[in-house]
């Protein structure tokens, strides 16, 4: 079932990866508005899982050093050019989030995800975030930005005439359940869940713990 989900993601953005950031630029508008506050308080060495094409690589503070990995290669291509953009050092790897082979343990003061859990079948997440907690140092910080479905009734409506669009092109869905196999995780706290906008973009905050 794994494989499956990871083939069949890898083959989606094979496709869309060359007009990714086109299909994405009416939410880009908002999104670049976000990514240096959602960044700036980030240092040391980070994982930013799932990179796509590189759109937070500038956001980055100077002294940090990201490692950026994504399941697409062709993804990844594109990440480069944002890369020589950034004022920070980078590292571009192809890696599946579900299982890290060539990323070390207790190595990172951050993990960052930017849309990445949407993405992420159910079925898949406990083992990516299993996996976050693995790489990062005891006391590191994670940050998780997601999108899920508004309580408000008329918003919902409009989000689930979107939905077919961007579960056919992205694998993206918004009733994911991230934020409860995190509450449900013991090596793990929780910041802070609280949106951005609405009731719909959830930033998830919180640290590895120590014991």
């Given at each position: 079932?794994?494989?499956?989900?990871?083939?069949?993601?890898?083959?989606?953005?094979?496709?869309?990866?060359?007009?990714?950031?086109?299909?994405?630029?009416?939410?880009?508008?908002?999104?670049?508005?976000?990514r240096p506050l959602f960044l700036k308080d980030v240092d040391g060495t980070v994982l930013e899982a799932g990179v796509g094409t590189g759109r937070n690589l500038r956001h980055y503070p100077l002294k940090v050093h990201v490692t950026g990995i994504d399941l697409s290669?062709?993804?990844?291509?594109?990440?480069?050019?944002?890369?020589?953009?950034?004022?920070?050092?980078?590292?571009?790897?192809?890696?599946?989030?579900?299982?890290?082979?060539?990323?070390?343990?207790?190595?990172?003061?951050?993990?960052?995800?930017?849309?990445?859990?949407?993405?992420?079948?159910?079925?898949?997440?406990?083992?990516?975030?299993?996996?976050?907690?693995?790489?990062?140092?005891?006391?590191?910080?994670?940050?998780?930005?997601?999108?899920?479905?508004?309580?408000?009734?008329?918003?919902?409506?409009?989000?689930?005439?979107?939905?077919?669009?961007?579960?056919?092109?992205?694998?993206?869905?918004?009733?994911?359940?991230?934020?409860?196999?995190?509450?449900?995780?013991?090596?793990?706290?929780?910041?802070?869940?609280?949106?951005?906008?609405?009731?719909?973009?959830?930033?998830?905050?919180?640290?590895?713990?120590?014991?």
């Open positions: 079932m794994r494989e499956d989900a990871t083939h069949s993601l890898a083959r989606k953005y094979r496709v869309i990866s060359w007009f990714y950031d086109i299909l994405d630029y009416p939410w880009e508008r908002q999104y670049r508005h976000w290669p062709e993804m990844l291509t594109i990440a480069k050019r944002s890369a020589r953009k950034a004022a920070c050092s980078v590292t571009l790897l192809q890696q599946d989030a579900v299982s890290l082979r060539d990323v070390p343990s207790d190595h990172f003061d951050w993990y960052i995800a930017t849309f990445l859990y949407c993405v992420l079948p159910d079925e898949l997440q406990p083992r990516a975030l299993e996996e976050m907690i693995r790489v990062l140092k005891p006391g590191g910080r994670f940050k998780l930005l997601e999108i899920v479905y508004s309580k408000n009734e008329n918003l919902r409506r409009r989000q689930e005439r979107v939905v077919p669009f961007v579960e056919k092109l992205y694998g993206a869905r918004f009733d994911r359940h991230t934020l409860e196999y995190l509450k449900r995780n013991d090596h793990i706290e929780i910041l802070s869940a609280r949106f951005l906008k609405a009731d719909t973009y959830l930033l998830i905050e919180g640290r590895r713990k120590t014991i």
